[in-house]
């Protein structure tokens, strides 16, 4: 009980102290990226799919827009 108390404690100290975003990614080819496109499209192939995306906008400028994705789904 007290090994849960301890990782509660951490957690909720940790994650009060990110700084957090809610922003919704912008994909220049979001249909590269399905799951994010719709998420019903999860296990609709066959065969394992596994989609990484990144978006970096202008990189020469500090603190510039970054985007990434990465998922995995199967049937």
Do not use: E, H
Not at 9 to 23: E, G, P, R, V, Y
Request: with cysteine; aromatic share 16%.
């Amino acid at each position: 009980m007290l090994r849960k108390s301890k990782l509660f404690t951490w957690c909720a100290i940790t994650f009060t102290c990110m700084k957090l975003n809610a922003q919704d990614p912008k994909f220049s080819q979001f249909f590269a990226n399905p799951i994010y496109l719709n998420p019903a499209f999860a296990g609709t192939n066959v065969c394992g799919r596994l989609n990484l995306n990144i978006r970096d906008q202008w990189p020469a400028i500090q603190g510039a827009y970054a985007a990434y994705s990465a998922s995995y789904d199967q049937q």
